[in-house]
C-alpha cells in the first residue's frame, strides 16, 4: 500500500467498503403504511436511504448494516426487520 | 411529507458499530455546517471509524489531531485561513468525543476559547473512552460501570458525578454555549448552525449514546437519547454570552430508573444491595437539573 505524503486521503473514499455483510437483519418497507415522513432517512447511521422520485425511500444495501434504527423509530410501524439468509 | 433532510457530508461504508452514535452526530452536524467546512477532528472513535487508512468518509476538508491538540489545531486553521484573508465564507468546526474534549484536550480547548477564535467546537459525549475498551473518563455519569470503575464489594461504580462541561465553556465568555441530543437531529442540526453562524468561539455539547459501551442494542440508539432528555438527566439549553436563553421543556419527566434499567452499564443498581439508595441519588441529580434548568 502506497502512504501517501501527509497521509492525505480521497473525500468519501470509504465506499469502496461495502459494509452491507455486515448485516443480520434487513429493513424492508411496507410502502402501504409508509407516510413519507422521512425520519428513516435522517436517522440512518449510514447514509442508506434515500429519497426516491415518487417521495417515498429505498435502501442501499450494499451499505445498510441493518441496526434497525429506522424501523425502531417509524412512527407509523412501515419497517420490517427480515432475518438475513445466506 | 415533511421538510426534507439536508444534505450530508459524510458517506457510508465507514466502520462505525451498527446503530453508531458517533455517525449520528457527524451526519448531523454538517447537515449543520453545510459544504463549506473544515473539520478537526481529534482522535477517538469518530476519527479512528470514519478514516481508516487509505479511506475516508469526511466529504469536507479533514485533519486528524492528536488527543491533546483539538482546539490549537483548530485555531492554527482559524489563523492561517484569517492570515491569508480566506476567512470569509469557511466554517472551521473541531469535533471530538468526551475524552479528547472534557479530559485530555481540555487545555488547547480551553486556549483556543481564550484567545477568542472564530471557531465552533463540538464534544460528541458518549461519557467513556469507547474506542480503547470504555474506560471510565470525566463524562462518565455518575455509578456507571465501566472497565475502569467496575462495581463490587466497595464501589457502585463510577463513585463521581459528570463533570458540567458546558458550564466551564460558558466560564470562558464562549457567546454561545448549546447542549444537544442525536435523539433530536432538527434541534442539533439548528443549535450547530446557529454555532456557526456567531462570530468567536462557540461550543456545542452533543449527547450521544453508545451501544457497544452502555450495553444496549443498536436500534435503540435514538430511543435511548431521548430517554435521557425525557428523564432530565440532559437538560437540552443555550446560553448566549453567559444568559441561559432558551431551555427544552419536559413536561412530564419519566423516572431514572426506565432511563437506568435500559442499559447494561447501570444493571449492578438493579441487582446489587443499596441500589435502591444509589438511583435516588440518580433521581436526585435529574431533580436539581429540573429545578435548576426550570424543565418544567
Known amino acids: 500500500m502506497k502512504i501517501t505524503s501527509g497521509g492525505v486521503c480521497e473525500p468519501g473514499s470509504t465506499l469502496a467498503n461495502k459494509t452491507g455483510g455486515w448485516r443480520n437483519f434487513r429493513p424492508v418497507y411496507d410502502y402501504d403504511k409508509c407516510t413519507k415522513c422521512g425520519i428513516c432517512e435522517i436517522v440512518c447511521p449510514d447514509m442508506s436511504i434515500s429519497l426516491r422520485e415518487d417521495d417515498f425511500f429505498e435502501y442501499n444495501y450494499d451499505y445498510c448494516k441493518g441496526c434497525g434504527i429506522c424501523a425502531n423509530e417509524c412512527p407509523a410501524d412501515a419497517i420490517e426487520m427480515v432475518l438475513e439468509e445466506k | ?296
Request: proline share 7%; charged share 20%; hydrophobic share 35%.
Open chain 2, 1 to 296: 411529507m415533511s421538510k426534507p433532510a439536508p444534505k450530508t457530508y459524510l458517506a457510508p461504508g465507514h466502520r462505525g458499530c451498527a446503530g453508531c452514535c458517533d455517525a449520528l452526530a457527524a451526519k448531523f452536524m454538517l447537515m449543520g455546517t453545510g459544504p463549506n467546512t473544515i473539520v478537526v477532528n481529534p482522535t477517538g472513535c469518530l476519527e479512528v471509524m470514519t478514516t481508516p487508512f487509505p479511506e475516508s468518509a469526511w466529504k469536507v476538508p479533514w485533519i486528524h489531531s492528536l488527543f491533546e491538540n483539538g482546539g490549537a489545531v483548530a485555531s492554527g486553521v482559524e489563523a492561517a485561513l484569517k492570515a491569508l484573508g480566506r476567512k470569509e465564507g469557511i466554517k472551521v468546526i473541531g469535533v471530538g468525543g468526551d475524552g479528547s474534549t472534557m479530559d485530555i484536550g481540555i487545555r488547547s480547548l480551553s486556549g483556543a476559547f481564550e484567545r477568542g477564535h472564530d471557531i465552533t467546537y463540538v464534544c460528541v459525549d458518549n461519557e467513556a473512552y469507547m474506542n480503547t475498551g470504555i474506560q471510565r473518563s470525566s463524562g462518565t455519569p455518575f455509578d456507571a460501570s465501566t472497565t475502569t470503575s467496575p462495581p463490587g464489594k466497595i464501589s457502585f461504580g463510577n463513585p463521581r458525578p459528570k463533570k458540567n462541561m458546558p458550564a466551564i465553556m460558558v466560564a470562558h465568555g464562549s457567546p454561545y454555549v448549546a447542549t444537544t441530543s442525536i435523539g433530536y437531529p432538527r434541534d442539533m442540526i439548528k443549535k450547530v448552525k446557529k454555532a456557526t453562524e456567531i462570530e468567536g468561539p462557540a461550543y456545542i455539547h452533543a449527547h450521544a449514546p453508545c451501544p457497544t459501551g452502555w450495553g444496549f442494542d443498536g436500534s435503540k440508539t435514538i430511543e435511548m437519547a431521548k430517554l435521557a432528555v425525557e428523564t432530565c438527566l440532559w437538560p437540552m439549553y443555550e446560553m448566549e454570552n453567559g444568559e441561559l436563553t432558551q431551555v427544552k421543556k419536559v413536561k412530564n419527566p419519566k423516572p431514572v430508573e426506565e432511563y437506568l434499567r435500559a442499559q447494561k452499564r447501570f444493571k449492578h443498581l438493579f441487582t446489587m444491595d443499596g441500589g435502591d439508595e444509589e438511583i435516588k441519588k440518580i433521581q436526585a441529580t435529574a431533580d436539581w437539573n429540573i429545578e435548576f434548568y426550570g424543565l418544567q
